[in-house]
């Protein structure tokens, strides 16, 4: 029978559970998805609707997304990152370096992992900014981090050399 | 139906699939556990046989473990860690980091994550070059990282301050 333990890297796994809890998180923070709708069409690993309706509960359950109701349109909910789940880029970041060095991404999606590992905790910081920016009302910073990676990926995707 | 991707943080979560082999690894790095038996009987979470031996072989499978026969007992497998694995170090005081920061570790297993985090990349660096001297037959580094905190966490254990 399994054990809870105070390990800080098992509490941390278990946290999330599986990879869609992760996966959907990058899409929200690097996607710009904030609705169910938007997650579903937008995810690329093709996440199933049941999938991805458990795991949004469960990070709300975490206090790593927060749900509120949009006054425009009754019926839609928007999701927003918390301080937790902005804490996690400069361990999304590690996780990109990781797989951009010992598995084979794609170049396109590679570019954002390389930018990230490269700027290193100066970039995670101005991102997170832009993150609490976007998401829990904080001030515009002067650096738009998310701008500079999806420049770079578009012009990846034409082929370009970033 | 699930599609593979390219996405670099993706790929990362594929490789590992769930907590479990992440687990297993860290008891391997932090904890000198080197066969089965020395992970079951080490595992602080009360990892099930059945989960260890499927998550060794997945590991294996993917390049983050080797397995070698110990001459000195026919039946027994040592495992050891590879440059792939070994170059998780980042991420995983990345998630200790975390676990640390936003959930409620024990103070004495919490004590190697914080050591970890303070060190940054240079202790990481160091680290490294420590498990690839136990693990790879690397040239023995002049500091021991795992002694540091090792060291640390005996302290933390009797009740002291560190």
């Known amino acids: 029978m ?3 333990s105070g390990c800080p890297i098992n509490l941390t796994l278990e946290t999330f559970g599986d990879r869609w ?23 690329i690993e093709g996440i199933a609707s049941n999938i991805l309706a458990d795991r949004l509960a469960r990070l709300v359950a975490h206090g790593l997304l927060s749900r509120q109701g949009d006054p425009a349109h009754s019926q839609r909910v928007i ?10 880029v400069p361990m999304m970041a590690m996780m990109g370096a990781w797989g951009l060095r010992y598995r084979s991404p794609s170049p396109e999606l590679g570019i954002r992992a390389r930018l990230l590992e ?6 995670w910081a101005a991102f997170m900014d832009e993150l609490r920016h976007l998401h829990l009302a904080g001030p515009e910073p002067a650096r738009s981090v998310m701008g500079e990676l999806q420049t770079a990926f578009q012009a990846m995707s034409r082929g370009e050399t970033v």
């Open 2 to 4: 399994p054990r809870r």
């Open 21 to 43: 809890s992760l996966i959907v998180l990058r899409d929200i923070m690097f996607g710009k998805a904030r609705t169910f709708r938007a997650l579903l069409a937008g995810n």
């Open 79 to 88: 999701y927003s990152l918390t301080e937790a789940s902005i804490g996690l």
């Open 118 to 123: 490269d700027g290193g905790p100066e970039l």
